[in-house]
Antibody, heavy 123, light 108 residues
């Protein structure tokens, strides 16, 4: 059974940094693209970033480009999101999601999701 | 950037058919996935590749995609179908993924 477990969320002041992690199990981690999706309180889903199976390609939403960096360590079955220069608009529940295909270019769905880790940016 | 437009809410009585639309320029040329999110839960895919059902999705759920509109249809709606539904596409021109704003399905 596929499991995705996010960690690293918390309360952080504006302008500071935070690093999220996602541990995957129950599947061959380095066969699939991985993504981060966030959901602000009471709002809809927003794709944040995705990375292909071999770290070869990464994509970012305009709202985070230049501030967030996605990475993965296939040896550790782990996905990361380094978030810098955080603003209150980054406050959200951050989900880790498994792509159904190896690269972010391919149009497979996000077939498994974690339960999310909450990031709150506030002074 | 590519934009997907969904109605904020759809209401239906039990046993009737609910249709949730997702509008986007030439969306019929893209592949659409649909997600269901119940309160306090993570989203789960209910329709992928426009009209395919993952194992576990009831046959009451179906999808179509043509022109500028994709549609999620739920036949014989049940109380347990009450949830938020999101459409999603990959904007291949920018290597970005896009979600619609979501539709809250209310079963009256």
């Amino acid at each position: 059974e596929v499991h995705l477990v996010e960690s690293g969320g918390g309360l952080v002041q504006p302008g500071r940094s935070l690093r999220l992690s996602c541990a995957g199990s129950g599947f061959v981690f380095d066969d699939y693209a991985m993504h981060w999706v966030r959901q602000a309180p009471g709002k809809g889903l927003e794709w944040v970033s995705g990375i292909s199976w071999n770290n070869g390609t990464a994509g970012y939403a305009d709202s985070v480009k230049g501030r967030f960096t996605i990475s993965r360590d296939n040896a550790k079955n782990s996905l990361y999101l380094q978030m810098n220069s955080l603003t209150p608009e980054d406050t959200a529940l951050y989900y880790c999601a498994k792509g159904a295909m190896p690269t972010i270019h391919e149009v497979g769905s996000f077939d498994h999701w974690g339960q999310g880790t909450l990031v709150t940016v506030s002074s | 950037s590519y934009v997907l437009t969904q109605p904020p809410s759809v209401s239906v009585t039990p046993g009737k058919t609910a249709r949730i639309t997702c509008g986007g320029y030439n969306i019929g040329r893209k592949t659409v996935h649909w997600y269901q999110q119940k309160p306090g839960q993570a989203p789960k895919v209910v329709i992928y590749y426009d009209s395919d059902r993952p194992s576990g999705t009831p046959e009451r759920f179906s999808g179509s995609n043509s022109g500028d509109t994709a549609t999620l249809t739920i036949s014989g709606v049940e109380a347990g179908d009450e949830a938020d539904y999101y459409c999603q596409v990959c904007d291949s021109s920018s290597d970005r993924w896009v979600f619609g704003g979501g539709t809250k399905l209310t079963v009256l």
